[in-house]
């Protein structure tokens, strides 16, 4: 893809996002910003394998979103990738809706794990790297971690048992954007070295610009070794609504009336369009 249509395609996921938010009254806006480009380096550059008029192909890659409260991303990356009609976007968090605030493989093609419940989808992600290596297939499991969700110890339990055994199939990705609900990362587990403790652990680290597709993609492409690897993502939480940007009071909110003119100004989004997603609410 030229570079000119990915500039378009990334800038429609977050607009995307803000007008599902909208149409629903609600949505983690920020969490999703900061993980836009990694989700389109995994779908649109040549990363996963996989099917989307045959989401349970069984050789497909596997994908994992473990902070599932960046929903609002994921969905219009599925849609863009073709899994499901762009209209249900504007049925976010609404009754009787497939989408809701966390996703749900039950519920919805593409969807690999049901998540939301912090500190679970690397166990999930490893589990599924196993079965795929037992199965001799080539497939390959990948999983989003946010920051602040590694504070769970059940990360670092799915973490040591991957090493163990090493799946070098699997590939964590940490959306490494130092904020989570109430304060800073650093603030409130004490940890700023995020190479150090996953090199301890006994997993390949790898580092990018999580904003750069390209550099993502890149090391996501990168030929593994005989363990599992993880790239640390630095990310931007908010990133592309100046007024949202690192900002830890942005974590679940939407705009005020003057706020608001900011977002339709960098997202390039008409009051014609904010009228048309409300009327799918």
Known sequence: MQTSDR????????????LSAWSAGAGHLASAYSVVEILYALYFMDVLRYRPQ?????????????KGH??????????????????????????GSRLGGEPNMLELPGVEATTGSLGHGLSYAAGTALSQRLDDDGAKTFVLLGDGECEEGSTWEAAMIAAKLGLNNL??????????????????????????RWKAFGWDVFEADGHDPDAVADALKAKPNEAPRILI????????VSIMENRVDWHYRLPNPKQLKKFMEQLDISEEELRACRQHS
């Open 7 to 18: 500039d378009a395609t990334i800038r429609q996921i977050r607009r995307d996002v803000f």
């Open 54 to 66: 045959e989401p349970d192909w069984p050789e497909r890659d596997r994908f994992v979103l473990s």
């Open 70 to 95: 960046a929903s609002l991303a994921y969905y219009s990356v599925l849609s863009l990738a073709g899994y499901f009609g762009r209209e249900l976007l504007y049925t976010f968090a609404q009754p």
């Open 171 to 196: 590939t964590a990705i940490l959306d490494c954007n130092c904020l989570q609900k109430l304060g800073t990362v650093a603030n409130i587990a004490g940890i700023d070295d995020w190479p150090a």
């Open 233 to 240: 993502a630095h990310t931007v939480k908010g990133k592309g």
